[in-house]
């Protein structure tokens, strides 16, 4: 096998071609991952290189590594350029400018520290604002988490006009967070309160984003709107993945619905949880 590669090395054909395609092959699912993932095909690639030096008996260069490295860096280069430039690059200019006193107008841009941080920490509004924050992240996740479940375990029971529900359930998060905007905008402001006026109630009821007490409702009934689906399909797929027989042999031992839901099927959603309250 060394004097076949040596051979096909003196032919201009480089010995470790192959710790290199299957670099290159391996960086494609890790470029869907992103992230430090990316670094994972690298360090394969130089374990492979390394691994082939020994067993083919050469020292391990400098320019075996880099002639490994060079189909993953063609492959991955676009991308971390546009990830560079459109993520990277203006999460450090915005703490830089976080630390000045510029506009956002003018040439200078006067350095002043963390006074800004300090002003923000010492903010009442600011401060209401981190709250409202945390709260409806809180309720967010509770309830899409909550509502996806039981639609999915409706879903997954077997009712008739299944996949149309599902279609119908999952076409909102393919809506444009601003075109959600404008609709649930108009409904709040113009279409519920007329429908509120005509069923001889108050239309102050239904403008919901425009009171203190009410606008966190108004809030969380848009973004669950959109995106109860989406989570409904993961728990979906995660539902048809449970082997039916846990459910039979729990028939047999007696256990009811909720114990075959609370015993089963939230165990079994582990997974499928975790990227969604994650998410």
Known sequence: VYEEYSALSKAGHHPLSWPTWAGMVLSVPCLALGGAKLLIPVAISVALVTVACIVF?????????????????????????????????????????????????????????????????????????????????????????????????????????????????????????????FVWLKLYGNVLPALFKLMGLKSSLAMLLGKEETVLSGLLIANNWQWIGYWMLIYLAALQSIPSDLYEAAKVDGANAVRQFINITIPMLAPALTICIVG
Do not use: H
């Not at 830089?96 to 520290?113: H, Q």
């Open 57 to 181: 008996r050469r020292e391990p260069k400098l320019e075996d590594i880099l002639y490994s490295l060079l189909p993953f860096v063609s492959l991955v280069l676009p991308g971390m350029i546009i990830f560079t430039i459109g993520l990277i690059i203006p999460m450090f200019l915005s703490f830089y400018y976080s630390l000045t006193s510029w506009n956002g107008m003018t040439v200078e841009k006067p350095f002043i520290g963390f006074e800004n941080y300090v002003k923000l920490a010492s903010d009442p509004y600011a401060i209401s604002a981190w709250w409202f924050t945390i709260r409806f992240t809180i309720w967010n996740t509770i309830i899409q988490n909550v509502a996806a479940i039981f639609m999915a375990v409706a879903l997954d029971s077997g009712i008739k006009g299944q996949k149309l529900m599902r279609t119908i359930f999952f076409v909102p998060c393919l809506i444009s967070a601003v075109v959600v905007g």
